[in-house]
């Protein structure tokens, strides 16, 4: 059995203050699958993932590089569709959404955060920021005003006109996370965030995770550290486009100090495989 207790670490979080009249989680993935085909090769990036992650959990996604964590993420924040199965955001399911509907979608709950930053390197930190409010339907009035309250919130009022060149790499993060947030999103996607940063901005950029968690938002985060997710409650671990293992922190970082012989690894894997009824 794919080692979960997933439940477990939802009860460590806290509630946020989003609608919980419905049971539906705020995220259900069932027996997704994604094939990418490049020439005559098939890519198998995700194969029947199973995932269920609560409203206001902080989730960190791990795992060794192609097992299938941005591809996942691209499908969390309706950038792509999978091939197979279903992905309920809010009870709805966005698998089977026209184009339109995922834009809105992705644009009023979904905020992103890369490791590359992808900030426009001519635009300031302002322009940077406000760019989702061009896409959003009412919402470019009273624009900059709101960006600057983003920018306030991550600590850069002072650094509202400098180009991305005329910033630190932990500003630039902040200028992306202060864009991710402005249209106060109900999940935060985060793809090794701080894969670019030394340790002391690691470190800040997590507290401001951190923070915008406790305001009610759902964080989930890809990262390869250790030091990374042990800031979240629960650590989901892929392999080969699947869940190995799905455990609240405390448990995840016993299980590796347990070391798996690599028998019961190929178990945990076969069971997994096996998928659950969605
Ligand atoms: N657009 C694409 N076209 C073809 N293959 C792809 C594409 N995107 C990802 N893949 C393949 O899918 C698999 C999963 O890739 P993915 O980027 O999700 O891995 P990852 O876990 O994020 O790795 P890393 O830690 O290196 O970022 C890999 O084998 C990758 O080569
Ligand atoms: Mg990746």
Not at 90 to 95: A, F, H, I, L, P
Not at 99 to 117: D, H, P, Y
Not at 231 to 253: E, K, N
């Amino acid at each position: 059995m794919v080692e979960s207790n997933a439940a477990a670490a939802r009860s460590n979080s806290t509630d946020g203050a989003a609608d919980d009249s419905s049971r539906e989680p705020l995220i259900r993935v069932c027996a997704m699958s994604k094939i990418y085909r490049v020439g005559v090769e098939v890519i198998h990036a995700l194969r029947g993932l199973e995932l269920t992650i609560g409203r206001n959990e902080m989730v960190a996604i791990m795992g060794s590089s192609g097992s299938g964590k941005s591809t996942l993420m691209n499908m969390l924040g309706c950038l792509d569709r999978p091939t197979t199965g279903a992905y309920f955001l809010n009870g709805r399911d966005v698998s089977r959404m026209g184009a339109k509907e995922l834009a809105m979608v992705r644009n009023q709950e979904i905020g992103f955060v890369f490791q590359s930053f992808e900030l426009l390197p001519r635009q300031t930190a302002l322009e940077n920021v406000e760019l989702p409010l061009v896409y959003s339907h009412g919402a470019w009035r009273g624009r900059r005003a709101r960006a600057l309250a983003a920018l306030d919130r991550v600590g850069l009022s002072s650094r509202v006109h400098h180009r991305p060149n005329q910033l630190s790499g932990g500003q630039k993060q902040r200028v992306a996370i202060a864009r991710a947030i402005l249209n106060k999103p109900s999940i935060l996607l985060a793809d090794e965030p701080t894969g670019n940063l030394d340790s002391a901005t690691t470190a800040e950029i997590l507290e401001l995770f951190r923070q915008i968690h406790a305001e009610g938002q759902t964080v989930i985060i890809v990262t390869h550290e250790d030091e990374v997710a042990a800031h979240c409650h629960r650590v989901v671990r892929l392999r080969d486009g699947y869940v190995l293992s799905d455990l609240p922190i405390a448990q995840d970082i016993a299980a590796r100090h347990r070391a798996p012989s690599p028998q019961a690894a190929q178990s945990a894997a076969n069971d997994t495989n096996a998928g659950v009824a969605c």
